[in-house]
């Protein structure tokens, strides 16, 4: 948006300024020949260039006075009278600018006179986007310059670049302007804090904040222990690790045994068994049977000891199991 008011400016001004050069019948050297579409480069005090450069060129030369500039131009040749060797004044980016300025205000036509050209005589005397070092501070505040003015140029080969210091002088007062119409903010009323409330609401968000984390705590571990929350048909592990289980709440508890018995090497019995009904949690059976001929694994030839104790998993007996032992064959909790 601001890319688009800036193109806007220029375009204006190049109209503006096409449309005066046929106007242009100036004769005094200190008046700009288009007033209107020169009116960017006047100063704070309504001042043209062309009285700027005079005001700081007879720092070092009281008797200067601004002629009429030609199209070619630079130190000393513009001095008055011309010199040999050229015045501090005039060794400078900001003067050659304010050289370049006032001949563009005479007569519509630019400088075609590059940095370089103009200030080949000042050699290491030169100031780069300074004013001359022999102006003190009361000096140089006096001159009051716009801000285009000090613009240090990106190509010394090349003359004066209007279009870059309108540019840079409608920037500057459209921030200027921005900044005068921000309104100040004014502070808000402060309003008197209660200590007291504000200590119970934050308690009461702890409270409520423990409470929910007990509940969900209670929640996550009643799923962990209720079996049927995880898995219907748990097999049951290694007996080693687990024949110290809690048992049924009701010793003596009939059950019938179905699954499958293998021997593990060099470690007890292991039944990967279910039982009718299924139990709350897992539980030590003793293995008992009617059936008087020798229980074995499938696989094994060594028959099963019907007297010891299992640990059986939790869940009901899966569809297409062969029951560990006959119809007949129970076992009781212990």
């Given amino acids: 948006m601001f890319l688009a008011e800036r193109l806007l400016l220029l375009w204006i001004f190049l109209w503006s300024w096409s449309g005066a050069r046929a106007a242009c019948t100036s004769s005094s050297p200190y008046e700009c020949c288009a007033p209107d579409a020169s009116d960017w480069m006047l100063n704070q005090s309504g001042k043209s260039p062309c009285q700027l450069l005079e005001q700081l060129m007879q720092f070092c030369q009281p008797s200067f006075s601004v002629p009429f500039l030609g199209s070619d131009m630079n130190c000393p040749t513009v001095e008055d009278p011309p010199n040999m060797s050229p015045s501090p004044c005039c060794c400078s980016t900001v003067s050659y600018t304010l050289f370049a300025a006032c001949r563009l205000c005479q007569s519509e036509s630019s400088s075609q006179t590059s940095y370089q050209a103009f200030l080949d005589s000042c050699g290491a005397e030169t100031r780069l986007g300074d004013l001359p070092s022999t102006l003190n ?103 080693s690790e687990q024949l110290d289980a809690p048992t049924m709440e009701d010793p003596g508890a009939p059950v019938v045994l179905w699954g499958n018995a293998h021997r593990l090497p060099q470690r007890p019995p292991r039944v990967v068994a279910y039982h009718d009904p299924p139990a709350r949690a897992p539980q030590r059976v003793s293995v008992t049977s009617s059936d008087p001929s020798p229980l074995y694994g499938p696989g094994h030839r060594r028959p099963l000891p019907p007297s010891a104790q299992y640990l059986l998993s939790i869940g009901q007996r899966p569809p297409q199991v062969p029951p560990l032992f006959s119809d007949r064959t129970f076992g009781r909790v212990v």
């Fill in 137 to 239: 501070a009361t000096e140089s505040s006096a001159l009051s310059l716009p801000p285009w003015v000090a613009i240090v140029p990106l190509y010394y080969d090349r003359p004066w670049d209007w279009q870059t210091a309108f540019l840079n002088e409608s920037q500057t007062r459209h921030s200027s302007s921005t900044a005068s119409h921000t309104p100040t903010a004014s502070p808000a009323p402060t309003r008197p804090v209660n200590i007291a409330a504000l200590v119970a609401s934050i308690s009461a968000i702890i409270s409520i904040g423990l409470i929910l984390g007990v509940v969900y705590y209670l929640r996550i571990r009643r799923r962990r222990v209720d079996p049927h929350a995880s898995q219907k048909h748990k097999r049951l592990v290694d007996l």
